[in-house]
């Protein structure tokens, strides 16, 4: 006997129309690339993307047809969001940091043949234009007045919409039709695409909402760093848009400077947005001598956060840390560090290395831990084996790739490795590939990176392990140190002493003007190996 209860499909478009009806005169406030700040609601929100949706039909844009953005976070974008996947088509954010050969590669593979684009980034597409046959229609996100001189035929995003309809009725279909397409960097091989649903999407953004997951509610003012092209923004435009919360968007000013303007102005209480971005603007604050006063929370994923960040939030702006972990496969939260009870009777000090775990699974994600062969290993904190995952809103293939060596019983190999305690707590030890074998046992760079970067001078760090004729690998530290710092390799040693293990000590620090990056942001390790491979032999 089935439940007697309406099946009404989960469409992203239904996230809108609810905004529309229940919060329209909830704000959306957005820096725009072409200067100023643009505000407005819900309700007109909505209006411009019905709009939008009229605009795609007379571009041509078919359902499932996928349609690609190369934007930063700005009103646009938030509207695209909803008028691509809400008429069935299939928003495809391209991260403007990858390399020219995978951007090609990528939007051929995923077939657009419209592209919506920043000006900014324009000339970047010019150059490639010849080896993109399938692209017919280049939007650039901008009022007709501000189009840039091209060789190419360029529509203006505003005169689209100025000349469209906003009458429009969004379709309704199976709630399992794919909505949007967002590639991993892919530091080895080909990006791949993960195709998310609009029943995932929309399952994901009500478990994100949750008071212990990004607690995402009415009155938060949020301000995601976290680019609208690198996992949907973490599910932050679905979310907001449900809980009718004021959504910030910071446009191209990720810079200290800038986000702190926008903090102030907006009275922003909840930030969200990897490990650099907060370390800038750390650094402008205690630069200036200000306060984040009106922040409460500052969500941090897609690296690990140091403590001594976790620490600075805390001492000097009165701000909690939510440590997160996720990843593009899995749309993308997976673990939370919130705020419990037990926190609240904690020292300090105790509370900041459990926030520095990256927390428990939400409610839909079920995580364990395996050995090489796949047997799942204790939850104890102690034992550590290669995270796995499932859940509806975690991917079970890549786009236009057949099988996977990712998937196994079910699970998700998530490539990382990791320790699972007894109250459910998970702490990333590295990620498989950069974790450094030393005679026969394991070092986590992660953690060794962790203490280096609270040493004052230090601006930046990676350790990555390098071959050695006796242990197999020894670690390498690498340090860029703060402008006008200084620092000695004896001095980086005496402070991670006593701080680490005598044999997770590196066996040489190195300074050097900066490190490589993924387009994500993440540290390339890969790179670092190959450079450093011969400095121990
Ligand atoms: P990409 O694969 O394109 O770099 P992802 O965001 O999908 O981008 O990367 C996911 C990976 O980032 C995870 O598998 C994990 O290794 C790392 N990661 C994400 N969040 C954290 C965190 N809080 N602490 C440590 N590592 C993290």
Redesign the pocket.
């Known amino acids: 006997m089935f439940g007697q209860m309406m099946n009404t499909p989960l469409l992203i478009s239904s996230l809108l129309v609810h905004a529309e009806k229940a919060h329209s005169r909830g704000e959306i406030v957005s820096r725009n690339p072409e200067g100023g700040i643009h505000r407005y609601t819900y309700a007109d929100a909505a209006r411009r993307a019905r709009k939008l949706a009229n605009a795609l039909s007379t571009l041509g844009v078919q359902p499932q047809d996928r349609v690609a953005t190369l934007a930063w976070n700005t009103h646009r974008h938030y509207e695209l969001y909803y008028a691509v996947s809400g008429s069935g088509a299939i928003l495809h954010t391209l991260n403007p940091r990858l390399f020219p050969e995978q951007i090609v590669y990528i939007l051929n593979h995923a077939e657009n043949s419209v592209l919506f684009v920043d000006a900014q980034f324009l000339p970047l597409i010019e150059k490639l234009k010849d080896q993109l046959p399938l692209l017919r229609h280049i939007v650039v996100m901008t009022p007709a007045d501000k189009l840039p001189a091209s060789s190419l035929p360029l529509i203006s995003y505003e005169a689209l919409l100025d000349a469209a309809d906003d009458q429009y009725q969004w379709p309704e279909f199976d709630e399992n039709t794919a909505a949007t397409l967002c590639y ?2 892919g530091t080895t091989g080909h990006p791949k695409g993960v195709l998310y649903s609009h029943r995932s999407t929309v399952i994901h953004a009500m478990a994100a909402m949750a008071k212990d997951a990004l607690g995402i509610g009415n009155a938060s003012a949020l301000l995601p760093v976290v680019p609208m092209f ?2 949907n923004a973490w599910g932050v435009p679905y979310a907001a848009t449900a809980a009718g919360a004021k959504l910030v968007l910071p446009g191209a000013g990720m810079d200290g400077a800038s986000l702190y303007e926008l903090i102030d102005a907006e009275s922003v209480d909840l930030l969200l947005g990897v490990p650099t971005v907060w370390q800038g603007l750390l650094q402008y604050c205690d630069k200036e001598d200000l306060m984040l006063e009106p922040v409460c929370d500052v969500v ?6 140091p403590i001594s960040m976790i620490k600075a939030f805390h001492e000097k702006h009165d701000a909690f840390v939510i ?7 899995l749309s ?1 939260i997976g673990t939370v560090n919130c705020r419990t009870q037990a926190m609240l009777e904690m020292e300090d000090d105790e509370r900041f290395r459990l926030q520095a775990k ?1 927390g428990r699974p939400v409610f839909g994600v079920d995580i364990r831990i395996v050995d090489d062969q796949g047997n799942a290993k204790p939850h104890d904190g102690v034992a550590f084996g290669r995270l796995q995952v499932k859940g509806p809103w975690i991917a079970s293939g890549y786009y236009k790739q057949e099988g996977g060596k990712e998937w196994q019983d079910g699970w998700f190999d ?3 490795v990791a320790t699972i305690d007894e109250q459910g707590y998970m702490a ?1 030890v590295d ?1 498989a590939k950069d974790v450094i074998k030393s005679g026969g046992e394991w070092i986590s760079s ?1 953690d060794v990176e962790n203490i280096a970067v609270g040493h004052p001078a230090v601006a930046e760090c990676a350790v990555v392990g390098v071959p050695h004729p006796k242990w197999d690998e020894r670690p390498l530290l690498l340090v860029v140190t703060r402008p006008d710092a200084t620092l000695t390799k004896e001095e980086m040693l005496a402070f991670l002493d006593g701080k680490i293990a005598k044999w997770w000590m590196p066996d040489d620090v190195l300074f050097v003007d900066s490190l490589p990056h ?1 387009p ?1 942001g ?1 540290l390339l390790k890969r790179q670092l190996r190959d450079e450093y491979q011969g400095v121990y032999q």
């Open positions: 991993t960097s690198h996992v941090i994923g897609g690296s690990a956060a440590h997160a972990w996720g990843m593009t496969e993308p990256q998530t490539g990382d990333i990620r992660i993924t994500t993440k």
